[in-house]
């Protein structure tokens, strides 16, 4: 797993939590690499298992949650860091089916050997995306809070359905489909 991911996530901790947390969840987890991250650097995803498990115990917050929470966090840096690729796109769903066939191939040139979920587009639609999502990593609720992010950016609405095909999450239906705006009545 790529250096970002880590360097990115510990920020959010210390936003969140604080750096006394930080340096607990750290020396919790007994990492191989102390917990000492460059964001090009290649780190053994069980380290990240081990600070969101960490994390989890020590706020009570389930594991899930944190990393839905770390997805709509990490979107800050995608639109800090590469800004031009959501230029390429003139709706979220656009964006979204292309993930795999476009915006991965890209991730791989700036990060060699980073190592990404996979998604298969099953039907798109102008108003409706439903695609695969298949990783070992399970993480799932990271991608739900990115497409809803991505909506967001687009100043678009989203519904986004979530049907587990393997219970451990490493395989999950998506069924995204934008929504109409809240027409706001006043008198």
Same mark, same amino acid.
């Given at each position: 797993?790529?250096?970002?991911?880590?360097?990115?996530?510990?920020?959010?901790?210390?936003?969140?939590?604080?750096?006394?947390?930080?340096?607990?969840?750290?020396?919790?987890?007994?990492?191989?690499?102390?917990?000492?991250?460059?964001?090009?650097?290649?780190?053994?995803?069980?380290?990240?298992?081990?600070?969101?498990?960490?994390?989890?115990?020590?706020?009570?917050?389930?594991?899930?949650?944190?990393?839905?929470?770390?997805? %709509?966090?990490? $979107?800050?840096? =995608?639109?800090?860091?590469?800004?031009?690729?959501?230029?390429? &796109?003139? !709706?979220?769903?656009? @964006?979204?089916?292309?993930?795999?066939?476009?915006?991965?191939?890209?991730?791989?040139?700036?990060?060699?050997?980073?190592? %990404?979920?996979? $998604?298969?587009? =099953?039907?798109?639609?102008?108003?409706?995306?439903?695609?695969? &999502?298949? !990783?070992?990593?399970? @993480?799932?609720?990271?991608?739900?809070?990115?497409?809803?992010?991505?909506?967001?950016?687009?100043?678009?609405?989203?519904?986004?359905?979530?049907?587990?095909?393997?219970?451990?999450?490493?395989?999950?239906?998506?069924?995204? &489909?934008?929504?109409?705006?809240?027409?706001?009545?006043?008198?």
């Amino acid at each position: 797993m790529k250096g970002i991911v880590f360097t990115e996530f510990l920020e959010m901790v210390e936003q969140e939590f604080g750096l006394e947390v930080v340096d607990k969840i750290i020396t919790a987890s007994q990492l191989p690499s102390e917990g000492i991250y460059t964001s090009v650097g290649t780190y053994d995803f069980f380290e990240m298992q081990n600070l969101l498990g960490n994390l989890s115990a020590e706020t009570g917050i389930p594991i899930n949650d944190l990393i839905y929470a770390y997805g %709509l966090y990490f $979107f800050q840096a =995608l639109t800090k860091h590469h800004r031009d690729i959501f230029n390429l &796109y003139t !709706s979220p769903i656009a @964006m979204l089916a292309s993930i795999e066939n476009h915006i991965h191939v890209q991730v791989r040139k700036i990060y060699p050997g980073a190592e %990404l979920p996979t $998604f298969k587009v =099953l039907n798109q639609q102008e108003d409706f995306l439903e695609m695969m &999502y298949f !990783s070992e990593r399970s @993480m799932y609720m990271f991608a739900k809070a990115l497409m809803e992010k991505t909506f967001e950016h687009y100043h678009e609405n989203s519904k986004i359905e979530m049907e587990m095909i393997r219970e451990d999450g490493s395989q999950v239906r998506f069924k995204i &489909y934008k929504q109409p705006h809240a027409v706001n009545h006043q008198n």
